[in-house]
């Protein structure tokens, strides 16, 4: 299936059944939705393909850190599992940073984001990523997002914005992804079945739902 020099598709469906779609394309990171057609209108999201580009920065949603800790915690392990399939599938190497607020001393916190950075390049290089393709930085309170810094009476959320986690790609290599679906086996326009697919061929797309098994 292909898109138009717009970006629009079509394709006809049957009711009561449904149906995942991944777009992908070359040097541009992928993105998937899936649609349950149930009623006579049912809404589509579009795909959004976020193209490689060396200094793009993006901000890791959901991984939190006990108070003082550095340890990775058990809820931060998804998030940390798309990081994985991220490198797995794009020929990219990144930075991981790691950004503390501003309470405590600067020095303090460039050590503490330090240790946290390195605890999830740690983790993701654990998962069979090649320790050469991610590196881990931590700026402590240096980069604040907001005007919370020291002196400033802030919310907790502001101190939350302040604490996060970031990843920036360094470098793009043009090589081929890990893995590849033999796309001489299907034709444009045609649906399959999923299972046709790998397992994994479908993971970290960002379905509107959960697919079923």
Known sequence: LKTDAMGHYELEVSPRTEYAIKATKDGYFSDGTSIKVQNTYFPVRDLKLEKHKEGKVFTVDNIYYDFDKWFIREDAEPALNNLVRIMQENPITVELSSYTDCRGSD?????????????????????????ERITAKGYGESMPVNGCVDGVKCTDAEYQANRRTEFKIISVTPEP?????????????????KNVFSRDFFEGCNFSEPLDN
Do not use: C, T
Not at 183 to 191: A, D, P, V
């Open 107 to 131: 020095a303090y916190n460039m050590k503490l984001s330090q240790k946290r950075a390195q605890a999830a390049v740690d983790y993701i290089i654990e998962h069979g990523v090649d320790a």
């Open 177 to 193: 992804p890990p893995q590849e679906i033999d796309e001489s086996k299907y034709l444009n326009g045609e649906m399959y079945e």
